[in-house]
């Protein structure tokens, strides 16, 4: 007997019983890989009763199955679910991604577990076919040609363009069936209806996506239609058509906010959304980039440890130096990972790949901690750029560190903060204030308790050749290299004061330092007995 998906929605016959009855060994070892993966006994069991509505639906053995048959089934059983009243849609679908992670690590699928977007091909075949033929077989030629050089979000963001182009010609003017019937006038009524139309999220769309929907309109038809003869027989986007693009400066956050955002990660107890943070405000990458780590992410070269970010935007990969807290935290992560996964992945979710918004979501709740309003993971990247290039760091390097093809992408860190804008500001800044006869000292008396306590930090953070502006919120990793250099001796005298450095590092949640102290109070002790 094949039930159809109906039956097996509307009456929920618990087939997972009768395939473990008739296949006990494949029941084991799915329920051992699922608990692997993190899966609670009920949920794997309800996973296991949809692997045998599959087995019911198509008359095949599991291993027998099909990537294409367990596609279809569970397209019939999410129409069966929209159709049957409180068939629980949101958690069969949920239950069908989970099932997708147990049977790719038990072995019994290839494909690693995806989340799937909502396929509106036929809404997109049935406004195609509104559009004159001779015009949509050029436009769809064109697409075909830039599928394979251009990233996917780019043929799609064409493929919008030049669909609700044409919609709006053949509704507009129907003596227009192709390419070259196309007049200045059709493009500049295009432009008004962009103007004019909302975003998705309320307001008018941005300057810069009228420019792009411009240039993938008609501005690069010799080039989109090279090799047959539909094409204008004139130029038809101009620059003057194009909005001026704002050029503004990247978003970060100045030291004293990042430093208030890293200590809000440390106190989160997701072991992820602390190491989130930490790899993206250290390194620079880009969310994309961590997702795609893997476990062998990590190599040391000399003495020094390095993170290879794998080939994302810009085609390339590269190796970024890796922070000593930073290491400790990765190897924390791996040694929880659960072994046997088939997934090379660093960052996996009941085996399946992390999804970006948990990424988003850790930075919000942090900067929300931290009392900072809207932070995004990509301003953590502008805000590692912006440090370096404050202390000293050569463009060429920060251009590596965030793997730039181009110096012209890292000069814009620059004009953040200009050195010799604030030298020359600063020096006129002195002769301005004699104008208004400022004082230049208070009387002694005048010394309040805040400005004692600056006083008394001042001269505690003084070097011999200077002093130290690091925010009190922001870790020192040289705060104790003297401690962990391999000369550096201690006797049983200073264990007063090296427990309370150690007891100063655990309240600062500072675990590399901590750990430094731990060990040296230790051999103390052992020297001791």
Known sequence: MQPGADYLV?????????????????????????????????????????????VALFGRQPHKLQQADRDEGRSLLLEAARRIPNRGVKALSTSLFNLEATLFHCGLSDELPRRRHPDRADIRAA??????????????????????????????NAELTLREFALLVAAEDTTVTCVADLKRRHVERYRQWLLERPAARGGP??????????????????????????????????????????????????DAAAAKLLAAARRDPDPFARLAIEILA???????????????????????????????????????PLHPQLKTLLDKWLLHRPEGLRSNLLFTDHGRPVNASRIEAAVRKAAQEAGLGRVTPHQLRHTLATQA????????????????????????????????????????????EALYDAPRQLPAEAEGSEMAKLRREMHRRMLGNGYCARPVEMDCHFESICE????????????PTLQRQRDDAAAKGQVAREQIFDGLLSRLDEDAS
């Open 10 to 54: 509307a009456r929920r016959p618990r087939l997972g019983i009768v395939l473990a009855r008739t296949d006990p060994e494949l029941h084991l070892r799915f329920m051992e890989t699922a608990r692997t993966l993190g899966f609670r006994d009920a949920l794997a069991m309800s996973q296991f009763n949809l692997l045998g509505h599959f």
């Open 484 to 495: 962990s250099c391999t000369f550096f001796v201690t006797t049983i005298e200073f264990r």
């Open 127 to 156: 406004e195609w076919s509104r559009v004159a033929i001779e015009m949509a077989a050029t436009m769809q030629h064109y697409l075909q040609q830039i599928d394979g050089t251009l990233l996917p979000g780019t043929v799609k």
């Open 282 to 320: 250290r390194t620079g990458m880009r969310r994309s980039g961590m997702l795609g780590l893997t476990i062998d992410a990590v190599v040391q070269i000399g003495s020094t440890y390095w993170l290879r970010v794998p080939v994302g935007k810009m085609h390339t990969d590269r190796y970024v």
């Open 389 to 432: 290039i404050n202390r000293g760091m050569s463009l060429e390097a920060i251009a590596a560190l965030l793997g730039h093809r181009t110096l012209s992408m890292t000069r814009v860190y620059a004009r953040i903060a200009d050195r010799t804008v604030a030298d020359e500001y600063f020096a006129v800044s002195e002769k301005v």
């Open 205 to 254: 769309l941005h300057r810069h996506t009228v420019g792009d929907r411009l240039s993938n309109s008609v501005d690069s038809s010799a080039a989109w239609t090279s090799g047959t003869h539909d094409r204008p027989d004139r130029q038809l986007v101009f620059d003057s058509d194009f909005p001026i693009a704002d050029e503004p400066l990247p978003r970060f956050l100045d």
